[in-house]
C-alpha cells in the first residue's frame, strides 16, 4: 500500500518560494509574478457593494454570474471580435483553477501534454497530477514557441499543448503567424490547444492574437484571468472559454472541486471587465518603461536579452553563479531551471517593481555579474 499517490508524488512544491526566502527580508525582489500597482477601484467597490448589500453572501451559479459572463462575451466580442455565449464560460479561482479543469476534463491516463520549456511551472504538475505524461519543447532562440517544434512532438497519444503568449517566464509574444499555426495544428491533428492568455492585455509591441480566432474546429480552449491585467491575483478570478461541450465536461470537474468561484470576487471581475479599460492602459505603459529602463541597464552590463515584447519578464542567458550572486547581493531572480529543463542557463526577471528598485538592482546586477566573470 501506498501513502500518497504516485501522481501527487510526482510533483513538488515550486521553487521560487525558496529563492525569496534565501535572500532575505530587505532584499530587492525581481522575482514577482504580480504587478505592484492597485487592483482598480470600480472593481474595489463592486466588491464591497456585493457584500454590504449581501449580494455575494451566496454560491451563485457554478459557472458563475450571468451578468459577470455576460461581460466576458463581451470582452471577447471587443478584443477578438469573437461570439461566445455567457454559456461558454466558467468563471474560476484564477487562471490556474482553469488550467486545472481543461487537463482534468481532457487528460486521460498516459496521455501527453506538449507545452513550452522553460514554461510556466503549473503545465507539467498539472499534466502529472491529471495523471498525463508532460512532453516540454524548447523554445527558440527569441524564447518564442515554435510551432513545428509543437507539431512535431505531437504523437496518437497527445491529449493537448499548451500555448502561452505573451510568455511567463519569458515575456516573448508569438506572432500572428504562428497563432495562425497553432490554430491550424489544432484542427489538423485533431488535438486540443490550450491556449493560455492570462498576460493578454499586457504587450508593448504588435498584437496579441488568440488561437480561437482562428480555429476552424472546437480544438481551443482559452485561459483568462483578472490577475494580471487588474492586479487582482489576491482575488483569485479567472475564466475557461471554449466549445459547450467542452465547457459542460469542465464544469463537472469545477462544481465538485469549487462549486463556484468567490461571489464578491465575481463582482469586482465584472466591474473590471466591463469598466474603464484606461487603468490597463496606464499599467502598460508602466511597465514599458521599466522594461526599457531594465534592457538598457541589461545591456550596459552586457548581458544579452532577447527583446521581451509583453508580460513584465525579461529571460537573459545569464554566467554561471549569476543568480547565486545577486542573491547573495540582496537581489532577488529566480534561476530558469525553476521553469524547466530548458531554462537552465538563464534567469527570470521580473519589472513589477518600482523603478528606483530596477535601478538599484541593476547596479547590483552590475557587480554580480563582474564576480563571476
Ligand atoms: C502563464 C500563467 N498562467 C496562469 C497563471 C495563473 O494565474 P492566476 O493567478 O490567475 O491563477 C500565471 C500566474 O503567474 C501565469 O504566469
Sequence with gaps: MTEFSERVEQVSISGIREVFEAAGEDAINLGLGQPDFPTPRHAREAAVEAIESGAAD??????????????????????????????????????????????????????????????????????????GDPKPVPLREDLTLDPAAVEEAITDDTAAFVVNSPGNPTGAVSSEEDVREFARIADEHDVLCISDEVYEHIVFEGEHRSPMEFADSDNVVVVGACSKSYSMTGWRLGWITGATRRIERMLRVHQYVQACASAPAQYAAEAAISGDQTVVDEMVQTFRERRDLLLSGLDDIGIEVPTPHGAFYAMPKVPEGFVDECIERGVVVVPGEAFGEHGAGYARISYATATEEIEEALEIMAEAYDAVQ
Design 58 to 131: 451566496g454560491y451563485t451559479s457554478n459557472k458563475g454570474t450571468y451578468e459577470l459572463r455576460e461581460a466576458l462575451s463581451a470582452k471577447y466580442g471587443r478584443d477578438y471580435d469573437l461570439d461566445l455565449d455567457p454559456e461558454q464560460f466558467i468563471a474560476t479561482a484564477g487562471g490556474s483553477e482553469a488550467l486545472h479543469i481543461a487537463m482534468e476534463a481532457h487528460v486521460d491516463h498516459g496521455q501527453e501534454v506538449v507545452f513550452p520549456d522553460p514554461g510556466f511551472v503549473a503545465y507539467d504538475a498539472l499534466t502529472r497530477l491529471a495523471g
